[in-house]
């Protein structure tokens, strides 16, 4: 636990429910977009396709409309985007989407696998073509994995750099360090983060269950 004392106390910003995507979308860099028009949010089977999928990406968006979702991919300009969807529908929307520079990848969720493979190798982007839900959040995770570790930036510092010649990136990662050091949390701060949690994360019941 912390104990040095801090001049001010920690306070964790508000979240409405506009923003509450926003907030989420911060804490990872991938977005994960599950378009699919027999989507039935309240039926017990999309949720529970959208739980195991949650295991793997937090942010987890779902659409029933081709456009719409085209258009947030579009949006997603410092997120790295997967997409999942049937393979009908995939066959349509893949020349659409395929060279957005925000989409890193696109999985094929659908009963008919053969038939759909022979088109979907002509589109690298295309991870595959998958009828368990198992096999797709494997991939997933691998992707997802691969595509943070990428986005993690590595610096060397040799120990004869004055201060002044480090990096920038690297002064503010010590000072937030030494500032984060500095502050005593008390129960209260403790309480209010976990509220926070729970509010960013109000939609994906597998970290709630781990909050």
């Known amino acids: 636990m912390l104990t040095r004392k801090a001049e001010s106390n920690p306070v964790f910003p508000e979240i409405s429910g506009e923003s509450e995507s926003n907030e989420q979308q911060k804490i990872q860099n991938v977005v994960l977009v599950w378009l699919d028009d027999n989507i ?50 995939a066959r349509n929307i893949v020349p659409c989407v395929h060279d957005i520079s925000q989409l890193n990848s696109f999985l094929i969720f659908c009963a008919n696998k053969e038939y759909h493979e022979q088109w979907a190798k002509d589109w690298p982007k295309i991870r595959g073509v998958f009828t368990d839900i198992k096999l797709v959040c494997d991939i997933l995770k691998n992707a997802a994995r691969e595509c943070e570790k990428n986005a993690i930036s590595m610096s060397f510092v040799t120990s004869d750099k004055r201060p002044d010649q480090l990096p920038a990136s690297f002064m503010y990662t010590q000072l937030i360090k030494e500032t984060l050091l500095r502050i005593q949390f008390e129960e209260c701060h403790i309480r209010e983060y976990f509220d926070y949690c729970r509010k960013l994360f109000a939609n994906n019941k597998v970290q709630l269950d781990t909050i």
């Open 40 to 89: 039935e949010t309240n039926s017990e089977d999309s949720q529970n396709t959208l739980t195991k999928l949650q295991q793997i990406v937090n942010n987890v968006q779902t659409f029933t409309d081709n456009d719409q979702c085209i258009e947030f991919i579009i949006s997603m300009t410092d997120n790295r985007v997967f997409l999942i969807t049937s393979g009908a529908i």
